[in-house]
């Protein structure tokens, strides 16, 4: 599709509330039908699945309303990846919804499925895995999504290869693709991802990896090799985290957004983006950014000034080599997480359940006049748990008016 038709399809119709004015530009799916007033984005394919993905896909954890689904689903926008965590399983109900009444086969839909057991710091089960549980888990996925199958079960907080490689848990999503609830399979790594690509890919098992992968990125060296490893093998990645938050700073200036998801897409070996877009502003001004992807050296210095004075800003790499630090045994990454959704994406809801997650009650850091914690990217950890602790004092239900 020509860049002038598709700039003038996104001022037409993103900066309005519905998909009325759509351009009659056509999408065919797989059974053969067309479906006019989609337009065709830019795609690679999606490793050994055979998909060919838009380089933008949404990452819905940020959605309140159906809205926006639609509207990407009818700028072009085919792939969407939700999780069981995100707003209880509120999320997925959601999503469901926005896709609804759409044809199947014209969409991608996915969603990550933790596992009871799985301690999210270690990266390893406390308890033996069991298959009914994770297969019943999966299938309560289904029932809130409102459909029969998803395109992508993926196991979340990969790290460790004896846990990718469990042998119950390969049972549990072979079986699910035996039922026919899923058509592939893959991971999900926030942290030790290198471990997690190599251990997946040798598998030969898991189709797809969803990775942390920004500008910021540490030992990029390492994590690229472990990508094209993964991609040589067979799998697709698709990159999240990819803003490394909007923002750089508690108070700061925006990052050039644009930039930062440019600069990975560089990366031929990554898939697609996995954007989380909570406005039609955000929708349009990532679709524009697929009109030319080569970084300009303004973009360039930009984010180049941003890592140097910025270091890690509010992104945490996830090493967890603060982990046997604290006394209190605390999930720091995932709180560190939590404060980036908080404050660097502005997404309430995402930073209060990432806390739930985390177990955190109170404030554990009152406690300690000094904190024995040296965070490797020069975090105060002190501070910025006391700080997002707070949250954690406002009731699940107030979450949705906020």
Same mark, same amino acid.
């Given at each position: 599709?020509?860049?002038?038709?598709?700039?003038?399809?996104?001022?037409?119709?993103?900066?309005?509330?519905?998909?009325?004015?759509? !351009?009659?530009?056509?999408?065919?799916?797989?059974?053969?039908?067309?479906?006019?007033? @989609?337009?065709?984005?830019?795609?690679?394919?999606?490793?050994?699945?055979?998909?060919?993905?838009?380089?933008? $896909?949404?990452?819905?954890?940020?959605?309140?309303?159906?809205?926006?689904?639609? &509207?990407?689903?009818?700028?072009?926008? *085919?792939?969407?990846?939700?999780?069981?965590?995100?707003?209880?399983?509120?999320?997925?109900? @959601?999503?469901?919804?926005?896709?609804?009444?759409?044809?199947? /086969?014209?969409?991608?839909?996915?969603?990550?499925?933790?596992?009871?057991?799985?301690?999210?710091?270690?990266?390893?089960?406390?308890?033996?895995? /069991?298959?009914?549980?994770?297969?019943?888990?999966?299938?309560?996925?289904?029932?809130?999504?409102?459909?029969?199958?998803?395109?992508?079960?993926?196991?979340?907080?990969?790290?460790?290869?004896?846990?990718?490689?469990?042998?119950?848990?390969?049972?549990?999503?072979?079986?699910?693709?035996?039922?026919?609830?899923?058509?592939?399979?893959? @991971?999900? $790594?926030?942290?030790?991802?290198?471990?997690?690509?190599?251990?997946?890919?040798?598998?030969?098992?898991?189709?797809?990896?969803?990775?942390?992968?920004?500008?910021?990125?540490?030992?990029?060296?390492?994590?690229?090799?472990?990508?094209?490893?993964? #991609? *040589?093998?067979?799998?697709?990645?698709?990159?999240?985290? &990819?803003?490394?938050?909007?923002?750089?700073?508690?108070?700061?200036?925006?990052?050039?957004? #644009?930039?930062?998801?440019?600069?990975?897409?560089?990366?031929?070996?990554?898939?697609?983006?996995?954007?989380? !877009?909570?406005?039609?502003?955000?929708?349009?001004?990532?679709?524009?950014?697929?009109?030319?992807?080569?970084?300009?050296?303004?973009?360039?210095?930009?984010?180049?000034?941003?890592?140097?004075?910025?270091?890690?800003?509010?992104?945490?790499?996830?090493?967890?080599?603060?982990?046997?630090?604290?006394?209190?045994?605390?999930?720091?990454?995932?709180?560190?997480?939590?404060?980036?959704?908080?404050?660097?994406?502005?997404?309430?809801?995402?930073?209060?359940?990432?806390?739930? /997650?985390?177990?955190?009650?109170?404030?554990?850091?009152?406690?300690? /006049?000094?904190?024995?914690?040296?965070?490797?990217?020069?975090?105060?950890?002190?501070?910025?748990?006391?700080?997002?602790?707070?949250?954690?004092?406002?009731?699940?239900?107030?979450?949705?008016?906020?």
């Amino acid at each position: 599709m020509k860049k002038n038709n598709r700039r003038d399809f996104l001022r037409k119709s993103l900066l309005g509330a519905s998909a009325a004015a759509l !351009m009659p530009v056509t999408l065919r799916s797989k059974s053969g039908n067309n479906f006019s007033g @989609i337009p065709e984005l830019p795609t690679r394919v999606m490793g050994r699945t055979g998909i060919r993905t838009p380089l933008l $896909s949404f990452g819905t954890s940020g959605i309140n309303d159906t809205g926006l689904i639609k &509207t990407a689903y009818h700028s072009g926008i *085919k792939v969407f990846f939700s999780a069981t965590y995100y707003g209880e399983g509120n999320n997925e109900r @959601i999503l469901g919804e926005g896709l609804r009444g759409l044809p199947r /086969d014209s969409f991608i839909l996915g969603t990550a499925v933790p596992a009871d057991g799985l301690n999210t710091r270690s990266g390893l089960f406390t308890t033996p895995f /069991d298959i009914n549980a994770y297969i019943k888990k999966a299938n309560a996925c289904l029932s809130r999504f409102g459909m029969d199958h998803v395109d992508f079960f993926l196991f979340p907080y990969a790290s460790k290869k004896e846990t990718i490689l469990n042998k119950n848990l390969l049972k549990a999503l072979e079986e699910l693709k035996i039922q026919g609830k899923t058509r592939f399979t893959g @991971i999900a $790594s926030h942290g030790g991802t290198e471990e997690a690509l190599k251990a997946a890919a040798d598998s030969g098992f898991y189709d797809i990896a969803m990775i942390s992968y920004n500008y910021k990125t540490a030992n990029k060296e390492a994590l690229d090799k472990a990508i094209e490893y993964a #991609t *040589k093998s067979g799998m697709g990645v698709v990159a999240m985290k &990819t803003a490394s938050g909007v923002y750089n700073d508690k108070s700061g200036a925006a990052i050039n957004v #644009t930039a930062a998801l440019k600069w990975v897409l560089q990366n031929e070996n990554i898939a697609s983006i996995v954007s989380g !877009m909570t406005s039609i502003e955000q929708l349009q001004k990532n679709l524009a950014m697929l009109d030319n992807l080569k970084m300009t050296d303004q973009e360039k210095k930009e984010l180049g000034t941003a890592a140097i004075e910025n270091k890690f800003g509010l992104y945490c790499r996830q090493c967890s080599e603060c982990l046997p630090q604290c006394p209190h045994n605390l999930d720091i990454p995932t709180i560190m997480r939590s404060y980036m959704y908080a404050y660097g994406y502005r997404d309430m809801k995402k930073a209060w359940y990432t806390l739930a /997650d985390a177990g955190l009650e109170g404030n554990p850091c009152s406690n300690c /006049d000094i904190c024995n914690v040296r965070c490797s990217a020069g975090f105060d950890v002190k501070g910025k748990i006391s700080d997002i602790s707070r949250l954690r004092n406002i009731p699940e239900d107030f979450l949705y008016s906020i």
